[in-house]
């Protein structure tokens, strides 16, 4: 067996989401899911994580019709992780409802020896500890990609500041951007952030798409237009999933067509409830988008 092409740690979750179209409870979601779903239409990925005993056939199915390998998630006795959450109508805010940790608790990643040989490696949005964790046990990547939200921020800051300072690749969006830094411009923000380790940072800003920034330059990727929003959960994790994706079949990093992929599949996620947007996207479906987007930034 060859080492993989991708490795990622985050949540596998149960979702209840509360949006203006819809509800659904017990949905397949997490971090690593939406994640995983979308780096899997263009290589290989390798899933860490968790799951308790009440995870439903119907994920495991879904994992092993796609291009991932579930042999490192670990399934402990009790009740897999589960969130909840109710949007706004306008859909621009979002309230956790329920944080329920379950085998998330003591979780403790284990990773193969092999995998531990991945070329790409994504820290999906967990506790920055268990992101350290998977960072030092994948020593050879070529990029170390990470992902956080507001609540690490808050509660684990200098534990992320250990795992930013090893990143290759920093994905926040602005909010996140302008709390761990205290700067209200996004320039300026991205401009500490930088400092701060990774050679590429990646702040996503919704519907106003995202900057793309490195030592020397600024560039501003816009969003996939005519898109319908129904439900944004995942859609950062699957922008990363399109991103990572990019970047396991191009050994020469071009960051940009990369962050319009990431854009892309992005898109599909956003456009159903929990994964069912995105599990209809392609490669083929994706592309078509990636030109649209293409089109607009000449
Ligand atoms: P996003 O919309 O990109 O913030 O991702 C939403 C996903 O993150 C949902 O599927 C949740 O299951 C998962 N999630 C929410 N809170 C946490 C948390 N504290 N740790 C790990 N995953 C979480």
């Known amino acids: 067996m060859s080492a993989p092409k991708i490795i990622t740690v985050g949540s596998i979750a149960l979702d209840t989401l509360e949006t203006p179209s819809g509800k659904v409870s017990d949905a397949l979601g997490g971090s690593s899911t939406?994640?995983?779903?979308?780096?899997?239409?263009f290589a290989p990925v390798h899933l860490v994580g968790v799951v308790g005993t009440d995870f439903p056939e119907a994920g495991w199915d879904l994992f092993k019709s796609r291009n991932i390998d579930v042999t490192d998630v670990q399934i402990v006795d009790g009740k897999t992780f589960r969130w909840g959450g109710r949007y706004s109508d306008d859909l621009h805010s979002r309230d956790t409802l329920f944080t329920e940790l379950g085998v998330f608790e003591n979780f403790q990643p284990v990773i193969t020896e092999q995998a531990g040989q991945a070329d790409l490696v994504f820290l999906g949005n967990i506790h920055p500890g268990l992101q350290k964790a998977v960072c030092e046990r994948t020593p050879n990547a070529r990029?170390?990609?990470?992902?956080?939200?507001?609540?690490?921020?808050?509660?684990?800051?200098?534990?992320?500041?250990?795992?930013?300072?090893?990143?290759d690749i920093f994905l926040l969006n602005d909010e996140?951007?302008?709390?761990?830094?205290?700067?209200?411009?996004l320039n300026k923000a991205a401009?500490?952030?930088?400092?701060?380790?990774?050679?590429?940072?990646?702040?996503k800003q919704g519907r106003r798409g995202s900057l793309l920034a490195?030592?020397?330059?600024?560039?501003?990727?816009p969003v996939v237009p005519g898109i319908t929003v129904?439900?944004?959960?995942?859609?950062?994790?699957?922008?990363?999933?399109?991103?990572?994706?990019?970047?396991?079949?191009h050994s020469e990093a071009d960051l940009?067509?990369?962050?319009?992929q990431a854009t892309a599949v992005a898109s599909f996620t956003v456009?159903?409830?929990?994964?069912?947007?995105?599990?209809?996207a392609t490669p083929d479906v994706v592309i078509e988008r990636v030109k649209r987007v293409s089109s607009m930034m000449k």
Do not use: C
């Not at 456009?271 to 209809?280: D, H, K, N, Q």
């Open 34 to 41: 939406y994640f995983a779903l979308a780096a899997s239409m």
């Open 143 to 167: 990029f170390i990609v990470t992902d956080t939200m507001n609540l690490w921020i808050d509660i684990s800051r200098n534990e992320l500041m250990d795992v930013i300072r090893k990143t």
């Open 176 to 185: 996140e951007a302008i709390q761990l830094t205290g700067k209200d411009d």
């Open 191 to 203: 401009d500490t952030l930088l400092a701060y380790g990774p050679s590429v940072v990646i702040i």
């Open 214 to 221: 490195d030592g020397q330059t600024r560039i501003r990727i």
């Open 230 to 249: 129904v439900d944004p959960t995942g859609a950062g994790d699957s922008f990363a999933g399109g991103l990572l994706g990019y970047l396991a079949n």
């Open 256 to 260: 940009i067509p990369a962050v319009i």
């Open 271 to 280: 456009s159903g409830l929990g994964v069912e947007g995105l599990l209809v």
